[in-house]
T-cell receptor, first 114, second 118 residues
Framework: DSGVTQTPKHLITATGQRVTLRCSPRSGDLSVYWYQQSLDQGLQFLIQYYNGEERAKGNILERFSAQQFPDLHSELNLSSLELGDSALYFC?????????????FGPGTRLTVT | QQQVKQSPQSLIVQKGGIPIINCAYENTAFDYFPWYQQFPGKGPALLIAIRPDVSEKKEGRFTISFNKSAKQFSLHIMDSQPGDSATYFCAASMVSGAGGTSYGKLTFGQGTILTVHP
């Protein structure tokens, strides 16, 4: 158990809908990363927050957004869902924002868009 | 330039064998190279990591070899066990990229599915 929690574990929804994925980082970690894992694209970085502020963006679609709250939990919002958005979404946390801080991954949320 | 190429895609060894997984990168700004292990239905778990000023790092049965001039690094699993059967990912990150927007994001290889037969 990494100490990172993600809810829900599974999510099934229809195209065009909007969903929210939630992540609680390890105690004391200030940085949260979101990654998408799919069969064709592998593990892809989406976005990073550090102590409530956005620090880095990857290939995140405009339909996707995220935020980190004062209690440091983070939410990833996915809207106007398409079939291709079906994937595993992982949250990772680390104590700091830099590359040398180890990232610990949560168990993921499996999103199925029908 | 942001890619990390991993090989092989899959690997089958007998118990006690030494599977080797290789990764190569282009961007010389990468300066942190972790390996992750993922079991089905679970999130990636950090195994071991290395920085480019070190050529080798061992942790238990896992060893990373790093060749900075060739821009390659590899994972060796000594005395492999059936419980090591999982997908392994190499990754790379940099302290800061252009405009300081790459703080710690990981660029992953495509993964290697390892099967260790009893």
């Amino acid at each position: 158990d990494s100490g990172v929690t993600q809810t829900p574990k599974h999510l099934i929804t229809a195209t065009g809908q909007r969903v929210t994925l939630r992540c609680s980082p390890r105690s004391g970690d200030l940085s949260v990363y979101w990654y998408q894992q799919s069969l064709d694209q592998g593990l892809q970085f989406l976005i990073q927050y550090y102590n409530g502020e956005e620090r880095a963006k990857g290939n995140i679609l405009e339909r996707f957004s995220a935020q980190q709250f004062p209690d440091l939990h983070s939410e990833l919002n996915l809207s106007s869902l398409e079939l291709g958005d079906s994937a595993l979404y992982f949250c990772a946390s680390s104590p700091g924002a830099g590359a040398f801080y180890e990232q610990y991954f949560g168990p993921g949320t499996r999103l199925t868009v029908t | 330039q942001q890619q990390v190429k991993q090989s092989p895609q899959s690997l089958i060894v007998q118990k006690g064998g030494i599977p080797i997984i290789n990764c190569a990168y282009e961007n010389t700004a990468f300066d942190y190279f972790p390996w992750y292990q993922q079991f089905p239905g679970k999130g990636p778990a950090l195994l071991i990591a290395i920085r480019p000023d070190v050529s080798e790092k061992k942790e238990g049965r896992f060893t990373i070899s790093f060749n900075k001039s060739a821009k390659q690094f590899s994972l060796h699993i000594m005395d492999s066990q059936p419980g090591d059967s999982a997908t392994y990912f190499c990754a790379a990150s940099m302290v800061s990229g252009a405009g300081g927007t790459s703080y710690g994001k990981l660029t992953f290889g495509q993964g290697t599915i390892l099967t260790v037969h009893p």
